[in-house]
């Protein structure tokens, strides 16, 4: 059995012109150990699917549907006070902006300390200690001076380093990650990416790693979700999808990135463009999401939702003209 | 080539300001001592972490605020100093496009209002028709639709306003863009459309653009030369096939080994650096480098290096501000070209 099975989930929010249909039929599982990324561009709901599985969307005017089930029981049918005690606990979650999601006006220690306490009933004492340990952990110097000061007295990158502290430190079966690294520079990103691929061995928990960047996605994930307006397009391990994506949108999004190193290897070329918009997600799509950006559209993709089909072994993909053999000819 | 823009030794310092009286009780070093120059028709990039004073050369170039010291020269006239009245013809030859085309465009204004302001400032239209006629023609340039000139900024998506905000630049019609970030917060498909545009129009009209960015690969994909700044300094300066096949500066090298590639299992040479960047209020003495770098030693500590042309780069002029390479090559571990290594190519 899987640690966390996702399965149609469906977040929408009621706005004053329409339904935004966020979320739209989304399923995926998630093993234990196991790193899943959720790529996509902004608005495609990858945060929003993050947010639904901790249900942490308001309702209203959220309405989130389908089961999301962790370790068998469907979270969506729990009660707010049990949902707490898995909150920061069982699953516990990164946010992208350190600087707002830490409390500027408690120090570290009692930040780390506060869900030690609340979940495993340790004195101020012991929570303070703990919190110690995890800021040794996590990589921070002087953890005994660091654990009393201030959020504002710490860098970009030892914040992010205090909300990993804090998000591992119940012991998390599963840890969500929300664009992680995306507010920080490129070295303190890789020092941050660096420990996540370290934690993660010494650890052991499960990751759900959502990004838009590929480049992270291909550092350290192990299977990969791309999404779409709402819709999951393609999944598959991540060499598969590095190597052979099948669906047209995954091609573009490879395509219109340019590769470090093209200078060496003389193979500068134009990017490629994906044209046009993502669609407004207030309106129901009948055919295939793609289909107004795709170069490969017919009327049957305008027409015809296609369905996700086993294109290879663990590899899925939502597209009419995608055959087993490889991805469409471009 | 004939030079554009020439800058040298700029210098930009901040006070701080603090204490029972307010006085000035520090200087925050933001850009402190840089010099470079850019071609006719040329993109150079320059790229840093943030705080590293990419950013604010850019503003000190276009006059948004005075500078501390130094010399920046357009095309043979010496701008810096220039009072606001003659520097303003000066201002239509350099525009600039910024990172956020949520707030960059006046929401109260319609496209062709904000189109038409640079042409009217500059006296650039002879006559309302001809204003027209160039505002419907900025709009072909950056493949927007002629008809939308009616609409509203909020009408239109990021990517959408972006070329709007580069409309804007080009209308004055410069010599020299500064892009400030300009594709850092587009989604990467329609960041490689703004990155195509702006490719097809420096072909077109010969623009120079000096491209500010902390994204290597947009930067590797689009620049003619390249320039690495760390903690108000530039650290190397090369064309950009030697410096990423063949960094000759520490930090250069770190940074091109910290990009994520999106190549999984990539086998890549690693140079993680510890701590964070030193802050510009006190930056450290000799090397502004040295408390990060792998290869520090004891003169690094107590001695400034100076930018000097690199005898081992791959090109010429390649420039490099490290004591590296005054020592023996089997010494140097900048030496060889490491490029293809650090980005597992």
């Not at chain 1, 030892?158 to 690294?181: F, G, H, S």
């Not at chain 2, 300009?182 to 009209?205: C, R």
Request: glycine share 8%; proline share 7%.
């Amino acid at each position: 059995m899987a640690l966390l099975e996702v399965e149609n989930l469906q977040t929408h929010f009621r706005t004053p012109d329409g339904v935004n249909r966020a979320v739209d039929g989304v399923s995926f599982e998630v093993a234990a150990g196991e790193t899943l990324a959720i790529v996509g561009e902004s608005g495609c709901g990858k945060s929003v699917t993050a947010m639904s599985i901790l249900r942490l969307i308001p309702e209203p005017p959220g309405k989130i549907a389908g089961a999301i089930r962790f370790q068998g029981k469907d979270l969506l049918t729990l009660s707010e006070p049990e949902m707490r005690d898995i909150r920061g606990n069982e699953i516990s979650m990164i946010f992208q902006e350190p600087m707002t999601s830490l409390n500027p006006v408690l120090n570290v220690g009692r930040q780390i300390g506060e869900t030690l306490r609340l979940h495993q009933g340790l004195s101020a004492k012991d929570a303070e200690a703990k919190a110690v340990e995890m800021l040794t952990l996590v990589g921070i110097p002087e953890p005994g001076r660091r654990v009393r000061e201030y959020p504002h007295q710490l860098s970009g990158g030892m914040r992010q380093r205090v909300m990993i502290a804090i998000a591992l430190a119940c012991n998390p079966k599963l840890l969500i990650a929300d664009e992680p690294t995306t507010a920080l520079d490129v070295t303190i990103q890789a020092q941050i990416l660096e420990l996540m691929r370290d934690l993660k061995h010494r650890v052991g928990a499960a990751i759900v790693l959502i990004t838009h960047d590929l480049g992270v996605v291909a550092e350290v994930a192990e299977r990969v979700v791309v999404m779409y307006a709402g819709k999951k397009v393609e999944e598959a391990p991540v060499g598969q999808l590095f190597r052979t994506p099948r669906h047209p949108y995954t091609q573009g999004l490879l395509g219109s990135m340019p590769k470090l190193g093209s200078s060496l290897t003389g193979t500068e070329t134009r990017l490629a463009e994906i044209p046009g918009l993502v669609p407004s997600l207030k309106q129901k799509i009948p055919g295939c999401v793609f289909a107004s950006r795709c170069s490969h559209a017919t009327d049957l993709c305008v027409k015809v939702a296609p369905a996700l089909e086993l294109k290879a072994p663990g590899h899925i993909a939502a597209c009419h003209y995608a055959t087993k053999e490889g991805a469409i000819a471009a | 080539m004939s030079k554009l823009l020439d800058v040298t030794d700029l210098k930009k310092h901040f006070p701080i300001r603090g204490g029972f009286f307010g006085g000035v009780t520090g200087q925050v070093y933001a850009v402190d001592g840089v010099s470079f120059h850019i071609d006719k028709g040329e993109t150079l990039s320059l790229v840093g972490e943030s705080g590293c004073g990419k950013s604010t050369v850019g503003k000190a170039i276009l006059r948004l605020f005075g500078i501390t010291d130094g010399q920046v020269v357009l095309d043979g006239q010496r701008i810096d100093d220039m009072s606001a009245g003659t520097l303003r013809p000066v201002r239509r030859r350099m525009q600039v496009v910024f990172q956020d085309p949520f707030t960059s465009l006046n929401p109260r204004m319609r496209v062709k209002d904000i189109l038409a302001e640079p042409i009217r400032n500059f006296g650039l239209a002879k006559n309302s028709a001809d204003l027209d006629e160039k505002v419907a023609k900025l709009m072909d340039t950056v493949r927007l639709p002629r008809d939308a000139v009616g609409r509203w900024p909020h009408e239109f998506s990021g990517g959408q306003r972006q070329r709007i905000g580069i409309a804007r630049a080009l209308a004055a019609e410069p010599d020299l863009i500064i892009c400030d970030e300009a594709v850092s917060a587009l989604d990467v498909s329609v960041k490689a459309q703004i990155v195509n545009l702006l490719q097809d129009l420096q072909a077109e009209l010969g623009l120079a653009l000096l491209f500010i960015s902390h994204d290597l690969a947009i930067v590797e994909h689009m620049t003619h030369r390249v320039a690495v700044m760390y903690l108000g300094k530039i650290v190397e300066v090369a064309p950009k096939r030697s410096l990423f096949a063949a960094p000759k500066h520490p930090y250069t090298e770190a940074l091109l080994s910290a990009v994520p590639v999106p190549m999984p299992g990539a086998a890549r040479q690693r140079v993680i650096l510890r701590g964070d960047v030193p802050s510009p209020i006190n930056p450290p003495k000799g090397c502004r480098f040295h408390t990060r770098c792998p290869y520090a030693f004891d003169r690094c500590r107590v001695e400034e290096p100076l930018l000097r042309a690199i005898p081992t780069a791959l090109e010429a002029g390649h420039t490099a501000a490290c004591h590296l390479h005054d020592r023996p090559e089997a010494e140097n571990p900048l030496a060889i070209a490491k490029g293809q290594a650090l980005l597992a190519v």
